[in-house]
């Protein structure tokens, strides 16, 4: 299979902008301080390095509420204190209260470190002020707490603003060799009711190098732990179309070298998961709902590619799942999983990141079912220039049905101060097919591009507002005419919160004229617990009339029960009409009843569960109904899992806490 040599070189040999970047002192601490919340500067904290100030992530301008940071560390943990400034402390929103749980919506505190030093491999944690977290380790992980980890922090609202203490155990990264480095570390800060975000060191352009060096840190030694981790599962029911039902399985997880996981599956079942639910909005291509299954979630930063979209497996009996770093610049992902007798699939991607603003990768795809054969290949070479970056990338597919295809891209992006340009030529030809991918449009050639540019505002009427302008111009491979598209769009949040917007689109398909109108109002903007909209789009598709209605509203009520409504009407040649509504009790951190109602046409579904989950220890799911059925269905199943280890130091470990 061809690479395209040439253009790869010319990108590569771009040069690079060197920037200023802020150093803070490794400093490691004898006396821990204590996690609650209340920074003692001159007491607990007392000799630890700081650092004030933050930035807007989109226009790099000095904030007005800003930061004070402390950072220290010992052999067992990393130490990090904040205290932020807010001139209106009373509306600080904290909702969340749970651990490892979405923060979107809340004012939250992140930390962002990068222990190879590099600068492309970063673990964020994240905490608001009333002390719920949420860990998002590099390269991705699963919500179980005996595998993704957990860090500690406590948070308190003062009459300035808020203030928090984080304490990170070093062993739930994956660490590189022991000894002294120099690490990447940022922190950023979102703040609810303005919607916007900060950072210490302004990186809003995506020049990740600019992330603050964390100088001459002393990495301890990696507690490598050949222990393995099982969660066994099994589940016993009745459904009435197919009786009594029972099946178990196993999922495990071990570690294969010092910065090597690997997480296999026996047997998966994700009767308990939801399946998201795309809406009626019109497409003339497929589309993708997203992943939530916990085995695909593992390492899915190394594994994911354009040839690669998990939602592509639907089902398997067996799988391995393998992803980590082989250098501190080198990583990758393999994913392997069967179904007996029926389908193998395999993934793999190899990414090496030879400095913080350039990268490559090569990754190969391989399905084999009832006698299909699909292989697919994949360069891509991405870098920073400054507020530049170009990117290429080379695809190929051979397939036993329809033969050989090639994918070739290649773009340029400007972004710096709330201006973004971005213009990219493709090329794809009629056989092109990754069947483990996501790949729904084939056979055209030409340009695609956007403009766009954003602005917040601290006074005046609105918080935020943005303009942008999308083109394409396809022929098909052959030179025929094919597709183009305009679209212009305008988006404004005033300072009650309401945000609203509105879009034209205009195109000519295959011959046909389209056009497109959208306007919505959202209020407020940024409030996923309490928040209502609505959006109208009207136009012709394919020369046919098209009206659309949605609303939707969230609420939380009694701080512990939340609800999330959707209903949309659809005019297209025909009415059709969806509703969905998902509510949610809390019972207390890992526990909960939840249930969902779905109407599509005169499809009616729905379920109501129980759940004990995210939290150490087994989990529990008492599930009345079937979560992803087309219609209601009288089934009942009770689901246990129970975290196991074999081996290893660990399994002490997990005893105790068990």
């Known amino acids: 299979m061809r690479f395209h040599l040439p253009v790869f070189a010319i990108f590569a040999l771009a040069g690079s902008v060197v920037a200023q970047v802020p150093t803070i002192p490794g400093f ?83 930390v962002d470190i990068d222990l190879s030093g590099t600068a492309t491999d970063f673990s964020q944690f994240q905490v608001n002020p009333k002390g719920a977290t949420n860990i998002l380790l590099t390269g991705g992980r699963a919500l179980k707490r005996e595998w993704a980890g957990e860090f500690q922090a406590a948070s308190r609202i003062t009459p300035n603003g808020w203030e928090t203490e984080i304490r990170i155990p070093w062993q739930v990264m ?137 939602q592509q497996i639907p089902s398997f009996d ?42 490559y990768r090569f990754g190969v795809t391989s399905l084999n079912s009832n006698g299909i054969n699909n292989e697919a290949y994949l360069a891509r070479y991405y870098k920073t220039m400054g507020p530049y970056s170009v990117f290429f990338r080379d ?16 773009s340029m992006n400007y972004q710096d101060s709330g201006v973004q340009v971005f213009g990219e030529y493709s090329q794809v030809t009629p056989n092109f097919l990754p069947r483990l991918g996501f790949f729904p449009e084939v056979d055209y050639k030409g340009w695609d591009g956007y403009a766009n540019y954003a602005k917040p505002w601290s006074s005046g009427p609105f918080i935020d507002a943005s303009v942008g302008a999308t083109f394409l111009d396809y022929d098909r491979m052959d030179g025929s005419d094919y597709r183009r598209d ?15 917007s509105f879009d034209e689109d205009t195109a000519q398909f295959l011959g046909s004229n389209d056009h497109l109108g959208t306007a919505a109002v959202t209020l407020p903007k940024g409030n996923p617990y309490n928040q209502f909209g609505t959006i109208y789009a009207w136009g012709k598709e394919a020369g046919i009339d098209y009206r659309s209605v949605t609303f939707t509203d969230n609420r939380r009520l009694f701080n512990k029960f ?17 509703a969905i509504l998902d509510g949610s009790y809390d019972l207390g951190k890992d526990r909960a009843i939840n249930g969902r109602i779905t109407k599509q046409g005169n499809n009616v579904n729905y379920y109501l569960a129980y759940r004990r989950s995210g939290n150490l220890g087994a989990e529990y799911y008492l599930i009345l109904g079937d979560p992803n059925a087309l219609t209601f269905h009288a089934s009942i199943i009770l689901k246990v899992a129970f975290p196991m280890v074999i081996g290893g130091h660990h399994a002490a470990e997990t005893a105790k806490q068990l």
């Not at 392997?336 to 395999?346: A, C, L, P, S």
């Not at 695809?395 to 290649?410: C, E």
């Open 174 to 310: 994956t660490l590189p060799p022991s000894g002294k480095r120099d690490l990447r570390i940022n922190f950023e800060r979102f703040v609810a009711r303005t919607i916007r975000s900060y950072a210490f060191a302004y990186f809003g352009n995506g020049i990740a190098s600019r992330n603050p060096i964390w100088k001459s840190v002393q990495i301890p030694p990696k507690e490598v732990d050949r222990s393995v981790m099982l969660l066994p599962y099994a589940y016993a029911g009745y459904d009435p179309q197919i009786k009594g039902l029972f099946n178990s399985g196993l999922d495990l997880k071990t570690q294969l070298a010092d910065q090597v996981q690997m997480v296999g599956s026996i047997n998966p079942d994700f009767r308990d998961i939801e399946d998201q639910i795309l809406s009626l909005d019109f497409s003339r291509f497929q589309r993708l709902a997203g992943e939530s299954r916990p085995f695909f979630l593992e390492g899915s930063q190394y594994s994911g590619s354009a040839l690669f979209a998990s």
């Open 486 to 500: 305009s679209d212009y769009g305008f988006t404004g949040t005033l300072r009650n919160g309401m945000n609203f």
């Open 562 to 578: 939340q609800l999330i409504g959707r209903y949309q009407m659809v005019d297209y040649a025909g009415f059709n009409d969806q």
């Open 318 to 359: 067996a799988g391995l799942n393998s992803y980590g770093k082989l250098t501190n610049q080198t990583s990758f992902g393999v994913l392997d999983t069967v179904q007996i007798g029926r389908q193998n699939d395999f993934v793999g991607n190899l990414t090496h990141s030879p400095d913080a603003d350039s990268s």
């Open 28 to 110: 490691q601490i004898s006396k821990p301080p204590v996690i609650d919340g209340v920074i003692h500067e001159d007491g607990e904290w007392k000799g630890a390095p700081n650092v004030s100030g933050m930035f807007d992530e989109i226009t790099a301008e000095k904030a007005v509420d800003g930061g004070t940071f402390w950072v220290a560390y010992d052999s067992k943990f990393i130490y990090v204190g904040a205290r932020l400034v807010d001139s209106q402390p009373s509306l600080i929103r904290a909702t969340e209260y749970r651990t490892n749980v979405s923060l979107q919506g809340d004012d939250y505190f992140q």
């Open 395 to 410: 695809m190929g597919t051979q397939d036993t049905v329809v033969g050989r295809g090639d994918n070739l891209n290649g």
